[in-house]
Structures are given as structure tokens and as C-alpha cells.
């Protein structure tokens, strides 16, 4: 048998263990110790049944093997435990002299064997010895998600995840001057710290670096202090630029589609299907982006969603029922009335023709009416990945916060106000027609989703240019776009088990405590009690906000002073980064994070 079966074999033995201990009530934490291929010794936590703070699985094991051979040094033996011992465990095993110890979840909260601390490769103590990390890691962490599963049915009690540990996360403080044992130390060798585990959850460095790239430079960084830690990436975005190939990262099939770009010109635009072809996920900014447009005022007033409404049609005609629909980088002020056109909406003047293209077309809207675009959409589910909080119209909406980077002249006050003006009436026009739309059944709110009386004011609503609130008047669910993403890409199932989160994007500041996707990850990584750093191009003088939020370092990536336009160049930038990724493995040993 090879010796992952040998470690998998008894690490059975001490899950049985953990299942006696859930049957008396206790927290399921079993163990075994071993010698020369035989079991000398068993143990469950009895802790609340002795009422015994020391009655840990893995202690009492240690104590009864002790006995068992008649000594108390225990360097032949193995200890095999369902989750990570804590400080008064790591500290007997020191203590016991033992030879390696196996263990199975990792505790996040109080695990002293490579989570927390690394007790048992501490060359400050007299002994050290081998650890073996993630033996049947879902099989021990299944037994206590059940038993906790089991109490929130029973009486209400809510113990968080299997790896948010209550029980366990309160284990005894770590034993302390058990006697003088400086003359009697044992040097077993070298010895095997785990290897550190780091997820990377970076946004792309705009103008510069992709996230998939910027990940790739950080992990070269890591693993000049780490060269054998355990680097997984997920590419990251924020619902804007990236989001497409973030998701696709996980799977799926991506589908490119000739449809019509924001001048009316024919553009080929991506979207990503799920093998099922149950969802899909578009970037609007795949067919109505900034980088298609000359940013002049007459592009600005003619730019048109059309493609995005085509690209939402191909989805449904491929079967799916869920369309993910990211907006950010948009060349548009529409108010996505090109999108409802391309989907069959009727929106025409007061001679009953198609009213034009772009924000110019809003002048003459007369009507508009949603009944053939929610029939062609067939009851598909519309969710919206934005962190963009303005409304459609007034001092805050679309056109007047992000209608200049598209090329309106928003300095001037009358224009700005006409063009406004169109918006507050085809954003009326569009609440007369959810209206008629909900009264002939077309139309539903989505279960649990907050009701609003008028798309003008809907907070999310002036999203790429106003075509948040088109998709709103088609029932459309607006969400956080990182939080979808890091729902869509896996982001929990990765970070359960990981020693520390990077992640990063060009400019922290504290626009970013705001829903930048940055600070999402920090906040799902926190759930975990994980230590999370930022790498950034740039920082605001005052992180506050950002570091209330869970990130814990914030690193600016430049090695040397340098002019922007070097340290935007791609060579520089991974230089930077892989430095950066140096640096934060340091500050992890040095335990500055």
C-alpha cells in the first residue's frame, strides 16, 4: 500500500472516531495515534462531557498512547486527526516528541499547524516533526458540516460553515512553560512545512495588464520566497471590462456574433454559454464599448445599444434561460433604447415611425411599447452585474457624471440640461410601458427584488448610460457585479482552504471601498478569516475605508520611481508585479499580515 493509502486508511479509523463523538453530542473530532502499522491508541472530543477543556480528540489520543508503550516520548508514532490541531494540541505533540502528525480539514480559526501558526517547524522549539495536510479533507470537513447542519435544524443555533468552527475556533490557550526541556532537544531533520496556499483574485491593471496576466507575475513573486506553494488564480472583474473572461476562465463555451457596434457598423462581439446552454453572460461592452467610438459629441449623441439587444437574442435562441449582462466601458447614452429596439420593442415617434439611433432618437419618443420585446425574450431571467449606484437623470445620472468621458460637453449647462430633459421623458415613457406590460401579465417583478415607481430614480438605473434602466423595464434583477462574478467564478470553494487572498487593481482609493472588486473579495475572503493584501499601480493617501472593509495591506507595486508611462508598459508592469508577489509572501513570514 502506498503511503497515501496508509494515511488514508487510519485517517477512516479517526473519522469513525469523529462520527462516535457526534453521537454523544460532541463536536465530530476524532483521532488515532499509530506505531510500526498499528493503532496503539483512539480518541473522540469529549470536551463537554467531561467538561474537560483539555479533551481534545487528538490530547487524549497522545495521553492514552502514552500509557500504552509506558513512555511519554512518542518519536515512532503518527498522529492521524479529522481537523487541524490547535496551539494546546500542536504544543503536546511538541511536547510527546512525536514523529509526524496527519491531518485532515484545516481550522482556519485555531489551526496551529500551518493555518494560524506553524508549531511544528518553529526552530525556536525543542522538537520538531512532519506534518501531512488535507488527508480526506472533505470527508472530515462533510462530518462536521453535518453535525452542525444537524443543531441549526434542531433548535435554531446557527455555528456558520464547517470551517467557521465554533467550538473549536474557542480551544484552551496554547500550553505554557511546561517545563525546561532545553537540554533534551531532538533534531529529527529536515523538516516539511506545508506549503503555503494562496489564491490570487486580481482585477486587470486598465491600459496595462490583464487579470489573467497580472495574476501570472504575482505568482512568479510568491513563489521565489515559496517555491512550492499551492497557487490558484481566479481572474476577476467587476460586472465591467474583464468580466466575460473571468467567467469563461471556469468553463463554458465562448460564441462570437457579428451584430451592430455602437456607430451602426457591423462588429464581431463575444459571449460566453455554459455547456448546458442554460446561461449565457455578455459584456456590453463587446458591442456598444468606448473603444469602438471617436468619443466626439455627435458620436455621443448617436451611439446606440442595438447590439447588445442582438446579442441578448442569440442567447435565448441557444436556450438560455438566465442572461448575466455586465455593464461598464459603455460608448452609449441611450438609455439602452437601441437594445429594446433590436429586441422588437416598439419605440416610435409621434407619426408612429422608429425614432433614430443613440440620445438623439429620445427627442422624438412618443411611445413605447415592451410587449414584443418580453415575448421574444421568452420569460428569460435578466440579471445586471453593476457596482454603479447613479440614477438615470438629475446632477448624479447618466449623461451628467459619464457622459463627458463619451464625448458630451458637459460643461455646458444648456445642452446638458436639454439632453436631459430627453432622458427624464423616455425614462417616463418606459414606466407607462412596464405599466401596460404588468397589466397584461407580461411582466413580473422578480421574486424578492425591491419595487420602485419610476425607473428615473432607481439607484443602478444609469448604468452604461441609461441601459440599466431599459433592462429594468424588462424585469431585469440589477446586482453587485463583483459579488455575481465571485458567485459565477467559484470564489467561496477556492478560498475555504487557502493561507492568505491577494488581490489588486490599478488605483486604490476610496471610490474602491465602494464596491470595486477589490474590496468584494476582501469582504468574501474575511467570512473565511482570511488575510487578504492589494497590489496597486496607485493608492489614495487615505486607505481608511478600504482597510474597514477587510483588506489588510495595500502594496504598491513600483520597485523603483519610474514616469507612468513606463510603469504602464506591460515589461515593467509584470517586473512590478512579480515583486510585488515577493514582497507579500515576506510580509506573510514576517507576520506583518
Not at 315 to 333: D, E, F, P, Q, R
Amino acid at each position: 500500500m502506498t503511503s497515501t493509502g496508509i494515511d488514508e486508511k487510519f485517517m477512516l479509523e479517526a473519522l469513525a472516531e469523529a462520527r462516535a463523538a457526534a453521537v454523544v453530542g460532541e463536536v465530530p473530532i476524532g483521532a488515532v495515534v499509530v506505531r510500526a502499522g498499528e493503532i496503539v491508541a483512539r480518541a473522540h472530543n469529549r470536551r463537554e462531557l467531561d467538561q474537560d477543556p483539555s479533551a481534545h480528540a487528538e490530547f487524549a489520543a497522545l495521553c492514552a498512547a502514552a500509557q500504552s508503550l509506558g513512555r511519554w516520548r512518542l518519536f515512532d508514532c503518527t498522529v492521524y486527526v479529522t481537523l487541524e490541531p490547535c496551539c494546546m494540541c500542536a504544543g503536546l505533540m511538541v511536547n510527546a516528541r512525536v514523529g509526524r502528525c496527519v491531518y485532515g480539514a484545516a481550522d482556519a480559526k485555531a489551526g496551529a499547524l500551518g493555518s494560524l501558526y506553524d508549531l511544528n517547524a518553529d526552530s525556536r522549539l525543542n522538537h520538531r516533526f512532519n506534518v501531512t495536510a488535507g488527508v480526506l479533507a472533505d470527508e472530515c470537513r462533510a462530518v462536521l458540516s453535518g453535525y452542525f447542519a444537524g443543531l441549526r435544524g434542531a433548535d435554531g443555533i446557527t455555528c456558520g460553515s464547517g470551517l467557521e468552527l465554533e467550538a473549536h475556533a474557542a480551544h484552551a490557550e496554547a500550553l505554557a512553560g511546561v517545563g525546561d526541556f532545553a537540554d533534551e532537544t531532538v533534531d529529527f531533520g529536515s523538516v516539511q512545512r506545508r506549503p503555503r496556499r494562496v489564491l490570487l483574485a486580481i482585477d486587470s491593471f486598465k491600459g496595462s495588464v490583464s487579470s489573467l496576466q497580472a495574476e501570472s507575475a504575482v505568482a512568479g513573486g510568491v513563489r521565489r520566497v515559496w517555491p512550492d506553494a499551492q497557487v490558484s488564480a481566479l481572474p476577476l472583474a467587476d460586472g465591467g471590462e474583464g468580466t466575460l473572461d473571468a467567467v469563461a476562465a471556469c468553463g463554458g463555451e465562448i460564441v462570437t456574433c457579428e451584430v451592430a457596434g455602437p456607430s451602426g457598423k457591423r462588429v464581431a462581439a463575444r459571449m460566453l454559454v455554459d455547456g448546458e446552454h442554460e446561461s449565457a453572460v455578455i459584456e456590453m461592452a463587446e458591442a456598444a464599448g468606448i473603444g469602438y467610438s471617436p468619443c466626439t459629441e455627435s458620436a455621443a449623441l448617436a451611439a446606440t445599444t442595438y447590439g447588445v439587444g442582438e446579442l441578448m437574442l442569440r442567447a435565448v435562441h441557444t436556450g438560455a434561460k438566465t442572461l448575466y449582462i455586465g455593464l461598464g466601458g459603455s460608448a452609449t447614452n441611450d438609455g439602452g433604447a437601441g437594445m429594446l429596439q433590436a429586441l422588437g420593442a416598439r419605440l416610435v415617434d409621434e407619426c408612429g415611425c422608429n425614432i433614430a439611433p443613440g440620445l438623439a432618437g429620445l427627442e422624438q419618443v412618443a411611445s413605447v411599447d415592451l410587449a414584443p420585446a418580453l415575448q421574444a425574450l421568452d420569460g428569460a431571467r435578466i440579471v445586471v452585474l453593476s457596482d454603479v449606484e447613479n440614477p438615470l437623470v438629475g446632477r448624479r445620472g447618466a449623461l451628467a457624471v459619464f457622459g463627458g468621458q463619451k464625448g458630451l460637453m458637459t460643461d455646458d449647462v444648456e445642452a446638458l440640461g436639454r439632453h436631459d430633459g430627453w432622458m427624464v421623458g423616455y425614462g417616463r415613457l418606459l414606466d407607462t410601458a412596464i405599466a401596460e406590460a404588468r397589466a397584461q401579465g407580461l411582466l413580473r417583478a422578480p421574486e424578492g427584488a425591491r419595487t420602485f415607481g419610476s425607473v428615473l430614480g432607481v439607484p443602478g438605473a444609469g448604468a452604461a448610460g441609461g441601459l440599466g434602466a431599459a433592462l429594468l423595464a424588462l424585469g431585469a434583477e440589477l446586482r453587485s457585479g463583483v459579488e455575481t462574478v465571485l458567485d459565477l467564478i467559484g470564489f467561496d470553494e477556492h478560498v475555504r482552504d487557502v493561507d492568505l487572498v491577494i488581490t489588486g487593481e490599478g488605483n486604490m482609493d476610496e471610490q474602491s471601498a465602494a464596491g470595486k472588486a477589490p474590496v468584494g473579495v476582501a469582504r468574501r475572503a474575511k467570512r473565511y478569516g482570511k488575510p487578504v493584501v492589494a497590489v496597486v499601480g496607485g493608492r489614495a493617501d487615505n486607505l481608511d475605508a478600504v482597510y474597514e472593509r477587510g483588506i489588510d495591506l495595500v502594496l504598491p507595486v513600483c520597485r523603483k520611481p519610474m514616469p507612468l508611462n513606463q510603469a504602464l508598459d506591460p515589461q515593467d508592469a509584470e517586473a512590478n508585479l512579480i515583486c510585488a508577489g515577493e514582497s507579500t509572501a515576506q510580509a506573510y513570514d514576517l507576520g506583518r499580515i
